[in-house]
């Protein structure tokens, strides 16, 4: 096999990152998360079959996600916050995979400061709301404390603030 130059192929790690054209289909879904591709197609003037290809790379690579955004409070749902959990760092992986399991928690993220993992949650109750942070969150071994901030109401939500390509 001497000579023989050997292809390496794309792994999980080699990934293209977003240009104009990314951009710009970002941008139209921002404003409209039911814009067809025939329309994405025309206003960037590319193909449709591009648009396809892009946006399951999109989706894939999980620069975006195509969602139905929805206000909580006007869907029946009492009460939504934040919750600010303080953890034992050795265990901070371990407390992040149980938190992904549950479901009133539907953003996670680690933070600076003086909490590691900033997460909120929609519940339909002040009793379901004492049953995830007593009986479940703070029962996960390695979580310290848990901090509670309730959502009065929303004063602006928008999710079209572009890419850093802008």
């Given at each position: 096999?001497a000579?023989?130059?050997?292809?390496?192929?794309?792994?999980k790690h080699?990934?293209?990152?977003?240009?104009?054209?990314d951009?710009?289909m970002?941008?139209?879904?921002?404003?409209?998360g039911?814009?067809s591709?025939?329309?994405?197609?025309?206003?960037?003037?590319?193909?449709?079959a591009?648009?396809r290809?892009r946006?399951?790379?999109?989706?894939?690579?999980?620069?975006?996600?195509?969602?139905?955004?929805s206000?909580?409070?006007?869907?029946?749902?009492?009460?939504?916050?934040?919750?600010?959990?303080?953890?034992e760092?050795?265990?901070?992986d371990r407390v992040?995979?149980?938190?992904?399991?549950?479901?009133?928690?539907?953003?996670?993220?680690?933070?600076?400061?003086?909490?590691c993992?900033?997460?909120?949650?929609?519940?339909?109750?002040?009793?379901?709301?004492?049953?995830?942070?007593?009986n479940?969150?703070?029962?996960?071994?390695?979580?310290?404390?848990?901090?509670?901030?309730?959502?009065?109401?929303?004063a602006?939500?928008?999710?079209?603030?572009?890419?850093?390509?802008?």
């Amino acid at each position: 096999m001497a000579g023989m130059r050997k292809k390496l192929l794309p792994t999980k790690h080699t990934k293209k990152t977003i240009d104009k054209i990314d951009s710009g289909m970002i941008n139209l879904l921002q404003k409209d998360g039911r814009v067809s591709n025939t329309e994405i197609a025309r206003t960037l003037e590319i193909s449709e079959a591009t648009v396809r290809a892009r946006l399951k790379r999109l989706i894939d690579e999980e620069y975006i996600q195509i969602v139905a955004v929805s206000n909580p409070l006007k869907l029946g749902f009492e009460i939504a916050g934040d919750l600010y959990i303080h953890t034992e760092l050795k265990k901070i992986d371990r407390v992040i995979k149980e938190l992904k399991e549950i479901k009133a928690l539907w953003y996670i993220i680690l933070t600076t400061g003086k909490t590691c993992i900033n997460a909120e949650f929609i519940v339909k109750s002040r009793e379901d709301l004492n049953d995830l942070v007593y009986n479940k969150i703070s029962k996960i071994n390695g979580v310290l404390q848990v901090e509670i901030v309730l959502i009065m109401k929303y004063a602006k939500r928008k999710y079209d603030f572009g890419t850093a390509l802008d």
